[in-house]
Every structure is written in structure tokens, then in C-alpha cells.
């Protein structure tokens, strides 16, 4: 390669990472992705900086600049493990992390000022690296064999980039230590010409699975949304029906029960609608947190819930619909302690084919027990 193609080539690879990083933060700034996406970019972009600076100096340019272009490159990889510890849900140790990005920049500015060597500020800056890199790998490791297909790749990814930089570090180590820098130009040298070869593919690779993963995590919330409330985040009818498609009535008894709020709406035409909603929101915390791993919740409407649930017996789905009962009406609800009441309608389930007809009948179980005064169960179970 002349040095006019390997001078263009230099130049490309951290506009490229530059371009990558910048995409990812619109996907998050604009299209609203994930966070995760957002540290990402700005892990591209900012070391990126440096990179394109470094490209264009000679060696005693380097030297005198190597403080402030190591600062990019450690913010880089701080952001990056941030964003990794986002990604998998951890809390990032920031202040071991703050530890070495100021022990590496005292190293940096020493053998940058005092005592020049362009090799020992590479491996110092590339060990830096990867040891903040390696922060967020207790937690990848604990959590890689349950991870989904994408995220698995992208914390494989992570790793191999991170184990670059020790990599990078052992090379600088025993073969640029003998190198005369006086005669020999650093950025346009053989051993950086591999080295940005290496790192745009490397981050090309990882940029794809980091994009195929963001593509995921978009059909999955859009797939998340078709099927829940927005208010509740409970199922919503959709979600329901797909759900039970996909359950087996044959060694289970499954019961369902259709609730609805007693007087709701004096609830909104004497407290607004803000106030119901929360009402509502708060009836499906309850719900939540008295719902057993079988349970189908859903919110199909205005202020009526439906509960799909599995018991023992009649007698022990009715008690489960009692208990409901009176933990509604212990609770108070929002700022004002509103308290509630609501009137169930319990059904049988004997089969996927009775569902629509399971509704129907607490439905009009439900209709039952609102004309009979309200805060009460109707059901037609043999107990």
C-alpha cells in the first residue's frame, strides 16, 4: 500500500467508527431505542475523535497530544462498559473506574512530558483500556448463558474487544520497545496500518450484532404494545386471546373471573379521569402482586379485568376470588384514599374452545351480581 492509499485508509477507519457511533445515537435521540444505544454511540464517536486527530500528526505531535487524546479514548471505554452495565441491568462501578482513568492519565502525561516513550504510553493507554473494560465481565459472565441469541453476541463482542486491548498492549510491549520513532512516522508505520485494520473489523462486526440486536428489542416493544394496555400494562384483549391459544386444559382446571369496578364512573365525573386512572392503575398493581406464575391478567376495557387462573378445585377458585375481594377493599387508592369495590362473575373453563363462551358467562354472571346489589361474587360452580 503507497502512502498516499494507506494515508486515505487511516483516515476512513475513524470516520467510519465516527458514522457508525452517530447512527447509534439517532436511534436512540430520535427513534427513541433503547438507552443502551445512546452510551453506545457516543463509545464509537468520542474514541473516534482521537483517532482521526492521531492519524494526521506526526510523532512529536503525538507526544505532545497524548494526554488529551487518551482522555477520548478512556471516556470511550468507560462509556462503553456503561453501557454494556445498562444492557445487562448491573449497577457499573464507576469509582474503580474513575481510579484508573486518573492513575492512567498521571502515567500518560508522565511518559508523554518527562520521560517520552511512544511504546510505553501504548501499552499503559491499551491496559487502561481493557481494565475498565473488564469491570462489567463478573456480571456478563453470570448472566451470557441466559441471555437472548442477539445479546449473547453482543457481549461476545464486548469481550473479544476488550481482550483486544491486552492484546494490543502485549504486542506494543515486546516488539515496538526497539523501534527508532525518530526515523519511523507511528501512524504511518506497518504496525498501525494492522492495527486499524483489525480495529474496523472488530467494530464493524460488533456494530452489526449491536444493530441486529437494536432491530430486536424494536419488534419486540412493538410486539410488547400490540398485545398490552398502555394504562395497565396489563393484556389487553389481543394479548389474552393469544395467550390462552397457546395453553393446554387437559391436566389443568382453569377457572376465569370477569371484575368490574363498582360506581367508576361517578369515580371520574367527581374526580376527573387523571384520578381513575390511577384507580385503574392501581386495582392492576393488586392484581399483580397477588397473581400466581399460571395467571392470565388482562384489562379489557374501561374498568373491567379478567383473570384466567388455575385451582384445585371450584371451592378454592372461589376462595382465590374471595381473597381478591377483600384485598380490594382494604385498599385505598391515590392521594384522596378512595376506596373501591368491584362485582366478579367466576366461570368454569373446560377447554381453548370455551373461552369465548367462558367470558360470556361471566359476563352475565357479572351483570348478575351488579343487579343484585354490587360487591359480591356470582358464579356457577358446583362446589
Known sequence: ??????????????????????????CRLFFKADIFLLWIGLAYTIPSIALFAQCLMSNPQLTLAAPFTSVLYLLGSWIGAYAISLKLNTTFQHRIAFLIFFSALIAL??????????????????????????????????????????DRWVFIFYFINVLYSFVRATINFFFLDNIDHNHIALTSSNWWLLGMSINIILNILF??????????DVV?????????????????????FEKTASLSFTSQSYFLVSLDLDHFKSINDT??????????????????????TEDLIARFGGEEFICLFIAEDAAAALMRIQHYKTLLEQTTFTNYQIKMTASYGLTHIHNVH??????????????????????????DLML
Open 1 to 26: 500500500m503507497n502512502s498516499l492509499n494507506a494515508q486515505y485508509f487511516i483516515l476512513i477507519v475513524p470516520s467510519c467508527l465516527f458514522f457508525i457511533g452517530l447512527a447509534f445515537t439517532c
Open 109 to 150: 502525561t508522565y511518559y508523554s512530558y518527562i520521560a517520552p516513550q511512544i511504546w510505553l504510553r501504548l501499552v499503559i493507554l491499551n491496559i487502561a483500556l481493557g481494565s475498565i473494560g473488564v469491570l462489567v465481565f463478573p456480571d456478563l459472565f453470570r448472566q451470557l448463558s441466559n441471555s437472548r441469541s442477539f
Open 207 to 216: 456494530a452489526i450484532v449491536l444493530s441486529g440486536c437494536a432491530i430486536k
Open 220 to 240: 419486540y416493544h412493538l410486539n410488547n404494545d400490540r398485545l398490552h394496555d398502555p394504562l395497565t400494562h396489563l393484556l389487553n384483549r389481543r394479548g389474552f
Open 271 to 292: 374526580w376527573g379521569h387523571y384520578i381513575g386512572d390511577q384507580i385503574l392503575y392501581g386495582v392492576s398493581q393488586m392484581m399483580l402482586k397477588d397473581k400466581q
Open 354 to 379: 370455551d373461552i369465548e363462551y367462558a367470558l360470556q358467562r361471566a359476563d352475565d354472571l357479572l351483570y348478575q351480581a351488579k343487579t343484585n346489589g354490587r360487591n359480591q361474587i356470582s358464579f
